[in-house]
């Protein structure tokens, strides 16, 4: 049984650039084709879903050049263009698309500021709020790649700058060139390689946005074909609380830190209306403990 939708209260607010938003989002990578490649199946169903999660409450969608590739960017501004003030459309570039599944990050300065560009245009804005580096790319400079963002900052085409898949010492660096606003790592309950990331940025008030944010969750849960099929921490915790192991693996981001934002991504409306319920759920200090304590070992003894 998951948390009714009516009773979700999204009033827990995270500060971006001047302006606060409700710290849960929507990751709208999920709207593409197979391995992430052309338009969705369900043209209609994809438009249904990002008006829904607006309905909802939602005011942070995330997205990128590189999700279609750009058909993303056209369904978010096909399903809610004119946009509402309250909503932050924010969108990625460096990583080129050849084929399905198939990512190469590429950060020349051209290169970056040819897709911003584009990203305007297919998005309608006359800036963009948030523009991430989706990865750094090896064979260019850092420098190049951070001193462009900040070029884009300091023309208005770009408010706030974020990273995507970075250490701790790589933030530092971009930071000497430009204020980073966000930091988009993988990241859930049971992957928590980067919990230094996320403290650095608690620390130094830089908004962490997860992705596959329940990606473990079904690992973590437990293992259903063990001749127990003992429950694991995700899935005694949702039994506890009358909720599903992905709703509890979203609670617990939103517990982890007051820097975190969760964008959990689908394309069905069911399941947007379940992962939004989320934002309701609280932990107490004992679940909070069990979960604590599920992290990579448990996914690599399984």
């Known amino acids: 049984m998951s948390t009714p939708v009516s009773s979700v209260d999204l009033n827990d607010t ?4 001047e302006r606060s938003y409700r710290r849960f989002g929507y990751g709208a990578m999920r709207l593409t084709g197979p391995g992430r490649w052309g338009p969705p199946e369900d043209h209609e169903g994809a438009l249904r879903v ?6 909802l409450g939602v005011e942070f969608i995330d997205t990128a050049d590189s999700y ?3 058909v993303n960017e056209q369904i978010i501004r096909e399903a809610l263009h004119p946009y509402p003030e309250s909503l932050l459309v924010a969108t990625k570039a460096g990583l080129v698309r050849t084929g399905p599944l198939q990512w190469f990050p590429v950060g020349r300065p051209k290169y970056l500021r040819q897709e911003c560009e584009m990203s305007l245009i ?5 800036h963009l709020d948030l523009f991430q580096l989706h990865r750094i790319d090896p064979e260019v400079p850092q420098e190049e790649q951070f001193g462009l963002l900040r070029d884009l900052r300091d023309e208005g085409k770009v408010r706030h700058v974020g990273l995507s898949n970075v250490t701790v010492s790589e933030i530092e660096a971009a930071r000497r060139i430009v204020p980073i606003t966000s930091v988009q790592n993988r990241y859930n309950v049971i992957e928590r390689k980067d919990d230094d990331v996320v403290d650095y940025c ?3 008030g830089i908004v962490f946005i997860p992705w596959f944010p329940m990606g473990a969750g079904r690992i973590a849960a437990g293992d259903p074909a063990a001749a127990d099929a003992t429950p694991g921490p995700v899935e005694r915790v949702a039994g506890q609380l009358g909720v599903t192991a992905s709703q509890v693996c979203l609670a617990w981001l939103l517990h982890r830190s007051p820097a975190v934002l969760p964008i959990p991504g689908t394309s069905s409306v069911a399941h947007l209306e379940e992962n939004v319920a989320a934002a309701t759920i609280s932990l107490d200090a004992g679940q909070l403990a069990l979960l604590d304590a599920v992290g990579i070992n448990d996914l690599m003894d399984s």
């Open 14 to 17: 995270i500060t971006i650039g």
């Open 50 to 55: 990002l008006r829904r999660a607006v309905e």
């Open 68 to 70: 279609g590739p750009y």
């Open 122 to 126: 297919r998005l309608g804005l006359d």
């Open 202 to 204: 608690t620390r130094h």
